[in-house]
């Protein structure tokens, strides 16, 4: 047992010093009244419940041109597509973690680019797919400046014959 707990704890701290790593190469560069929020994705109780143990960071920079995000996904299914999104209340919501999808004008539509969804590829409704290593690496932008009300990130399970739109919340990063 004793050696399970070495192992575990070389394993936070390999996870924690990759996380830190990653954040350095996808941090933005830094601009005169830019402002980067950062934050750790947790799994929810419905990535758990899919036997699920999800990590990463979300990294959200603002600046006066508009708002770009990159994401870096750990423990996902490999191969499998995941949505991302920008959303509107923290992880903790009761009810609701991350609350709805951020959007930067009301009424609708549900959709880049009136909200910031992030993925792998030049797509912005793609979503982010995990590699054979169960990790997804995503991008999204919006010509807009999102306001404090942006306060997460959220990846969604899409279940079969959904779309990136949505879906169960499986994991969350707290923005600050």
Same mark, same amino acid.
């Given at each position: 047992?004793?050696?399970?707990?070495?192992? +575990?704890?070389?394993?936070?701290?390999?996870?924690? $010093? !990759?996380?830190?790593?990653?954040?350095?190469?996808?941090?933005?560069?830094?601009?005169?009244? +830019?402002?980067?929020?950062? !934050?750790?994705? /947790?799994? $929810?109780?419905?990535?758990?419940?899919?036997?699920?143990?999800? =990590?990463?960071?979300?990294?959200?920079?603002?600046?006066?041109?508009? /708002?770009?995000?990159?994401?870096?996904? $750990?423990?996902? =299914?490999?191969?499998?597509?995941?949505?991302?999104? $920008?959303?509107?209340?923290?992880?903790?919501?009761? !009810?609701?973690?991350?609350?709805?999808?951020?959007?930067?004008?009301?009424?609708?539509?549900?959709?880049?680019?009136? =909200?910031?969804?992030?993925?792998? /590829?030049? &797509?912005?409704?793609?979503?982010?797919?995990?590699?054979?290593?169960?990790?997804?690496?995503?991008?999204?932008?919006?010509?807009?400046? +999102?306001?404090?009300?942006?306060?997460? @990130? @959220?990846?969604?399970?899409?279940?079969?014959?959904?779309? /990136?739109?949505?879906?169960?919340?499986?994991?969350?990063? &707290?923005?600050?």
């Amino acid at each position: 047992m004793e050696m399970s707990k070495k192992r +575990a704890g070389r394993r936070a701290g390999g996870t924690l $010093l !990759g996380l830190a790593a990653m954040a350095a190469v996808i941090a933005p560069a830094s601009h005169a009244g +830019a402002s980067t929020a950062f !934050g750790r994705f /947790t799994t $929810l109780p419905a990535g758990t419940d899919m036997g699920m143990e999800i =990590e990463g960071i979300a990294l959200v920079n603002r600046t006066a041109g508009g /708002t770009s995000g990159r994401v870096v996904v $750990l423990g996902l =299914e490999p191969g499998r597509t995941y949505a991302a999104h $920008l959303h509107a209340a923290a992880c903790d919501n009761p !009810g609701n973690p991350g609350g709805g999808h951020y959007q930067d004008h009301t009424p609708p539509p549900t959709a880049p680019p009136n =909200e910031l969804w992030f993925s792998s /590829t030049s &797509d912005p409704t793609a979503g982010i797919t995990a590699n054979r290593a169960g990790v997804a690496v995503g991008r999204g932008s919006a010509e807009w400046v +999102a306001r404090a009300q942006a306060r997460s @990130v @959220v990846i969604h399970f899409i279940p079969t014959g959904g779309t /990136t739109a949505g879906g169960p919340k499986i994991a969350c990063a &707290d923005l600050s």
